[in-house]
């Protein structure tokens, strides 16, 4: 099984039962959602909780309505994904619920999203499923990156992930007249604790990775602040660097330029980063060992030229039911080729996304393009 991107933990596994075939467990990124969507076969049994409207009559013939909350078992008839919403649609026929509530036997959808917590009972392959939960496990937990981007004129403190690029602050150092230096000054320390209070609300509720970036000046001041009034902050800084621009901008720089291989090499826009630059380096030198967009793929794949694939995300959801795509789905599955899906909203999946959204790396030259 390729586990969508490989090498990436998010799937939180809760729990495993071997005697039981049954695995609890939350999806927390969208990656997620596709790696369950090949790992639940139908036949299997889904758990998960809902709410159900019960109407009760009282003696003077009123009917009181309330919702409640129901654990309810529902064996898989079909599964499906929504492209749109970015969720997976499982429909089946109730099998348990844990409340009397006169369900069993008739159909029922379950919409799953990240954050489901679901219990899967796998009635025919547990193998499958087992491994697809211990390769989560083995992974474990992976911190967030917190980086703070500084120029002259604004900041923007964005949070890496393995989910993608989120902006959490950003906003601007208000000029002051050179006629009022101490007002300056001032001006510029309340944007810098603005700065360091927003890393201390990060700290407390993730613990992230926390990288100060840009240019030379605008990071020394900064530094000197914390040093000074912020002590504490000062002291989680795992790297300082350069980049030239303030804004999201500098993300993509220092994305490019490696500047965060060395404290977030595990986390996902990193590595996505480095995969995309590898890519083009080696197609520039190497053109007859690439294919371009899916149809120069599914040639490649069917002349068993192909060794690793690069993918966007968004192109999966949308042809996850393609026969040609599943095929290749197939190949990473018995592990005859390597895929590694790109997320979407950022330079490395902007860049995968103009060569058609799924790229291949051949094992020789061929000639495709004809």
Not at 54 to 76: C, F, N, P, W, Y
Not at 208 to 217: H, Q
Not at 324 to 348: C, K, N, S, W, Y
Request: net charge neutral; glycine share 6%.
């Amino acid at each position: 099984m390729c586990y969508a991107a490989k090498g990436y933990g998010g799937l939180e596994v809760i729990s495993v039962n071997p005697s039981k075939r049954f695995v609890k467990l939350i999806p927390e990124t969208t990656l997620d959602l596709l790696n369950l969507y090949r790992v639940i076969s139908l036949g299997d049994i889904v758990y998960s909780d809902t709410s159900r409207e019960v109407k009760k009559q009282r003696a003077d013939g009123k009917v009181d309505s309330e919702r409640v909350r129901v654990t309810i078992g529902v064996r898989l008839e079909k599964k499906s994904l929504d492209p749109l919403m970015k969720r997976l649609r499982l429909l089946g026929r109730i099998t348990y619920t844990d409340v009397e509530l006169d369900l069993i036997g008739k159909h029922h959808s379950l919409n799953v999203d990240v954050g489901t917590e679901l219990g899967i009972k796998a009635e025919k392959d547990f193998s499958r499923l087992e491994s697809f939960a211990e390769h989560y496990r083995k992974l474990g937990r992976v911190k967030s990156l917190l980086c703070v981007l500084l120029d002259d004129e604004q900041f923007t403190i964005t949070s890496l992930s393995n989910s993608g690029i989120e902006v959490v602050h950003k906003g601007r150092f208000v000029s002051q007249s050179k006629d009022m230096p101490d007002e300056h000054v001032k001006s510029i320390e309340n944007v810098y604790t603005e700065i360091a209070e927003t890393i201390e609300r990060k700290l407390e509720m993730e613990n992230p990775i926390v990288v100060v970036l840009g240019n030379d000046i605008a990071v020394e001041n900064f530094i000197k602040f914390l040093k000074k009034d912020r002590e504490k902050v000062f002291k989680v800084i795992k790297k300082i660097g350069h980049v030239s621009d303030g804004s999201l901008a500098g993300i993509q720089e220092a994305l490019r330029n490696k500047l965060l291989d060395d404290v977030g090499g595990s986390i996902k826009p990193v590595r996505d980063a480095e995969v995309v630059e590898k890519f083009i380096e080696f197609m520039s030198k190497n053109s007859m060992n690439v294919a371009i967009g899916f149809e120069e793929v599914c040639k490649a794949i069917e002349l068993g030229a192909v060794k690793d694939i690069i993918v966007t995300e968004d192109f999966i959801w949308a042809n996850m039911h393609d026969e040609r795509f599943q095929r290749i789905m197939d190949l990473v599955d018995e592990r005859r080729i390597e895929m590694h899906i790109v997320l979407p909203g950022t330079e490395a999946g902007d860049k995968i996304k103009a060569f058609g959204s799924i790229v291949g790396i051949l094992k020789y030259p061929v000639k495709l393009n004809y």
